[in-house]
């Protein structure tokens, strides 16, 4: 054999996910995993029963259409037209997917041809500079900026615009945004909105955490006047129902831009989780008051998890969604995140992740690390208590 690389080039620079080490150091040190975003209690009983139902009626047992079946793909049209007045056609409109991972990753090798600028909201998730990367596409990280105003992390729109240049092809947008938790408000999503049609630019929307806006409420860029037609709306059922392994997404869009991107998914998983559809369909008609309590649940833990994080010397940025808190390790003294969660589980039992590895600009993301929230409030109090001696009480919030 020949001394050339196995793995192609364009995935040289990705590594194990940092998901993988730290659930793995969490596994061997018996420390709590705050690290990966997956809830320690399972969602809806009768959205579980569904899925039992389906599997003994034999509902999605074999391959299921391509597209999704369609009692899921007509819920997920009734969704966004209860939840934010916009009309899907569910036959040419809407594609099921195996989760928004996957959503990403077609939307971005059916539309990105090699050369392709594809700007993306820095730090972001994981899979996007993987999904670019194999697509071809060159990725322009346009950075999110701890704000001391807000207290959080914004974007700079005169930074975006300047992003812009005649190869630019797609924005990569996440709002609610993971690691940071920054909503992007009105003003900013009429903004980009301005901008995308200006200079022609399609636009991917990773939206997995609408249901999970704190501060606020959820605006979809695909609403905003000349988004719809240019707009890949991408959602998922395992952040809203906390069913995460059964990794059911979907894509909304116009019956081009849809039938671009199945082009792409039908030679990734061609489909998947067929009597979980079924199940998500009926999760996805849940009454209004299932999202109400979701929220309502996810703020005390946030302000469970705050209090305890700011008690223990963390700078903490209080996230406006997701179920992630964004902490500066500084004031306990380091500026190295990944250091800092490396020796985390064993120093504390608790088990976090560096943002750096969200980041193309390393040195700006070294000193923050992300905790996630959605774990029994037994659990973040035990976890609050082992971060307690890591230093000195702090009174407030960042």
């Known amino acids: 054999m020949n001394d050339r690389p196995l793995l192609n080039r364009r995935l040289a620079e990705f590594g194990t996910t940092v998901f993988a080490e730290m659930s793995a150091l969490a596994q061997a040190t018996g420390a709590i995993n705050l690290g990966q975003g997956f809830p320690d209690t399972d969602g809806p009983e009768e959205v579980r029963e569904a899925a039992v139902r389906a599997l003994r009626d034999g509902l999605g047992n074999q391959y299921p259409p391509g597209p999704g079946v369609p009692e899921l793909r007509h819920a997920i049209a009734e969704h966004q037209q209860h939840r934010y007045a916009l009309t899907y056609d569910p036959d040419t409109e809407v594609l ?7 959503a990403i990753a077609a939307s971005l090798l059916a539309l990105v041809e090699p050369g392709d600028e594809v700007i993306a909201l820095e730090p972001y998730y994981d899979s996007y500079a993987a999904s670019i990367a194999l697509a071809g596409g060159t990725r322009v990280p346009v950075q999110l900026r701890p704000d001391a105003g807000s207290g959080t992390f914004r974007l700079d729109l005169d930074e975006l615009r300047d992003a812009v240049t005649p190869r630019t092809r797609l924005l990569l947008l996440n709002t609610p945004h993971n690691p940071t938790g920054t909503v992007l408000t ?13 200079r022609d630019l399609l636009v991917v929307t990773d939206e997995v955490y609408e249901h999970l806006v704190l501060d606020g409420a959820h605006l979809p860029l695909a609403s905003f006047p000349g988004m ?3 707009t890949v709306t991408i959602s998922s059922s395992g ?3 906390s069913f995460t392994g059964w ?4 894509v909304t869009s116009t019956p081009a831009l849809v039938s671009a991107v199945r082009s792409a998914k039908q030679f990734l998983t061609f489909v998947s989780a067929g009597p979980f559809q079924y199940a998500i369909a009926e999760a996805l008609r ?3 008051a299932y999202y109400d309590d979701l929220r309502d649940s996810l703020r005390a833990k946030r302000a469970l998890l705050t209090d305890g994080l700011t008690a223990a010397g963390f700078g903490v940025f209080r996230p406006s969604g997701t179920y992630f808190i964004t902490t500066d390790v500084r004031p306990l003294g380091h500026t190295d995140g990944i250091d800092f969660c490396r020796h985390l589980p064993s120093r504390a039992g608790v088990v976090a992740i560096p943002n750096a590895v ?7 993301g070294s000193p923050f690390v992300r905790f996630a929230f959605c774990k029994k409030d037994e659990v973040l109090n035990e976890a609050a ?10 009174s407030a919030s960042r």
């Open 96 to 102: 099921v997917t195996a989760g928004a991972t996957e």
């Open 186 to 198: 009105r003003d900013e999503l009429a903004a980009v909105a301005a901008l995308a049609v200006e």
């Open 228 to 230: 719809r037609e240019r």
């Open 239 to 241: 952040k809203t129902f």
């Open 247 to 250: 990794k059911v997404g979907w």
């Open 286 to 288: 849940l009454p209004d």
């Open 358 to 364: 969200f980041y193309d600009d390393k040195p700006a």
């Open 385 to 394: 208590e082992r971060l307690a001696g890591l230093g000195p009480a702090r």
